[in-house]
């Protein structure tokens, strides 16, 4: 039990890290698509520009808003971070701790939890750009949670089970992408959405919403929910390559298996380095208009091609 727990702990470290060291590679790639260099200053080639930009936002000192809820609002960052760290026990590795024989249920269970911490952040802070920032954010995350849920439902009727394991081992010989590949499309876009990143970052809509959720929040409270977020990116990159590419059991190695991750993690920034933010309207007619009814079609036929496969 003390051994499963030391590693449980170590996992976690290793994935703040991976967050610090994802977001020099944002901006990195983003300075270089702009044409301009990014840090180079903090240690060789700018590498320990996270651990300084980590000191700084945990050393400033906390804004103290009187009008603000206080419980909830100190407590809405943790729970973000928490529930983005919970995801992480699903973590693909050869070193597994521990299995869960309804992972993807649990995937589903967790994540759409994590629109309340987003919720209560708009809300403790009694700011109206917070609040409408907030309520932006949920209305968006629950339209694309449905799509995301139904594309899910296609790859667990291919599989046949609940069990991240099954669908690895269900690609063995060819991958989910081959025979699913405008799913995989369409999964790509709702988990964009789902992390609220350009071009769909209403939450965060600067000419008219300052920031939106997170605008009275600084220094270690907006770090929690930086890291929140950018855990969450990592981790979707993670189940995209489990979901429709295997695992690192499957037909390549796992430095194959977290180099495709960490290539689908920097399609994020790609996408928010090339599009502009789309209009609020538009991003909901595409979730209800086209997603959804598109997602329900190829739903019917993944249960129909299973049949197939089982009956011959």
Do not use: R
């Given at each position: 039990m003390g051994v499963s727990i030391f590693w449980v702990i170590i996992s976690y470290v290793c994935v703040l890290l991976a967050v610090a060291f994802f977001t020099l590679l944002e901006r990195k790639g983003l300075s270089y698509?702009?044409?301009r260099k990014g840090p180079n200053k903090v240690g060789y080639l700018g590498l320990i520009q996270p651990l300084a930009d980590a000191l700084k936002l945990f050393l400033k000192e906390e804004s103290k808003i009187q009008t603000s809820n206080k419980v909830p609002y100190y407590l809405a960052p943790a729970l973000s971070l928490i529930l983005s760290l919970c995801l992480w026990s699903l973590y693909w590795s050869s070193f597994l701790v521990w299995t869960f024989e309804m992972g993807v249920l649990f995937f589903l269970c967790v994540s759409a939890l994590n629109v309340y911490g987003t919720m209560i952040s708009g809300w403790a802070s009694n700011s109206k750009y917070s609040l409408l920032g907030a309520l932006r954010a949920v209305a968006q995350t629950i339209s694309y949670e449905v799509s995301l849920f139904l594309i899910l439902l296609s790859v667990i009727c291919l599989s046949g089970s609940f069990s991240l394991k099954q669908i690895v081992f269900f690609q063995f010989e060819f991958w989910n992408v081959i025979i699913l590949f405008p799913i995989f499309l369409m999964w790509v876009v709702a988990s964009i959405a789902e992390t609220n990143r350009a071009?769909?970052?209403?939450?965060?809509?600067e000419s008219e919403l300052v920031s939106g959720f997170n605008i009275e929040y600084g220094g270690?409270?907006?770090?929690?929910?930086?890291?929140?977020e950018y855990a969450?990116?990592?981790?979707?990159s993670?189940?995209?390559?489990?979901?429709?590419?295997?695992?690192?059991e499957s037909v390549y190695s796992e430095v194959g298996f977290w180099g495709l991750s960490t290539f689908i993690g920097f399609l994020f920034v790609w996408v928010r380095a090339?599009?502009?933010r789309l209009r609020y309207d538009l991003l909901m007619k595409l979730t209800w208009l086209?997603?959804?009814?598109?997602?329900?079609?190829?739903?019917v036929w993944s249960v129909s091609f299973k049949f197939l496969i089982m009956f011959n």
């Open positions: 698509m702009q044409s071009p769909f970052d209403f939450a965060e809509g270690g409270l907006f770090a929690l929910i930086f890291l929140a969450s990116i990592l981790f979707m993670m189940m995209t390559s489990l979901f429709f590419f295997g695992g690192s090339t599009f502009p086209s997603f959804l009814p598109v997602a329900l079609m190829i739903l």
